[in-house]
């Protein structure tokens, strides 16, 4: 499942949620273990996105990934993974919001996060700092 709304919700304990479609069957199938994997994924995975995204049988075919030791997938070349226990559950709307229980987490690679907006893929670009001693520069 790839989810545009993810968001950290508390250190102490340490909880996370995301927002699936209510009618989600990909929601109902993780509903049913209890349990979770967020794939983080890489500036460089737009195809894993769109594969995921797209209406096929399998979408892991094709795809390298290894299991936790809780049996949950943890794809290749990721950014980072957080594995979670579902904490509760609320409804709202035609989505619901997804806590879960961190219980472990690691980072992969040290890339960027891939990003979407405005119907585009992306990264963030780096730039430098603004010299803020230099005259010229806008106020």
């Known amino acids: 499942m790839i989810v545009g709304s993810f968001t950290s919700v508390s250190l102490e304990p340490p909880l996370v949620a995301f927002l699936p479609q209510r009618k989600s069957i990909s929601w109902q199938r993780i509903a049913a273990t209890g349990r979770f994997c967020v794939n983080v994924l890489a500036e460089h ?4 996105c769109r594969k995921f995204t797209a209406s096929v049988a399998d979408r892991f075919e094709g795809i390298e990934y ?7 997938p943890i794809l ?11 904490d509760v559950v609320h409804e709202a709307g035609d989505h619901l919001i997804v806590v879960g229980r961190v219980r472990s987490l690691a980072v992969e690679q040290p890339h960027g996060p ?12 780096s730039s ?9 520069r806008s106020h």
């Open 66 to 72: 290894r299991l936790s030791g809780n049996g949950l």
């Open 128 to 136: 430098p700092a603004p010299d803020l001693n230099d005259p010229h």
């Open 45 to 48: 995975q737009e195809e894993v």
């Open 114 to 125: 891939l990003l979407f907006f405005k119907g585009s893929y992306g990264g963030f670009l």
């Open 76 to 86: 290749e070349n990721i950014l980072a993974w957080i594995e979670c226990d579902i």
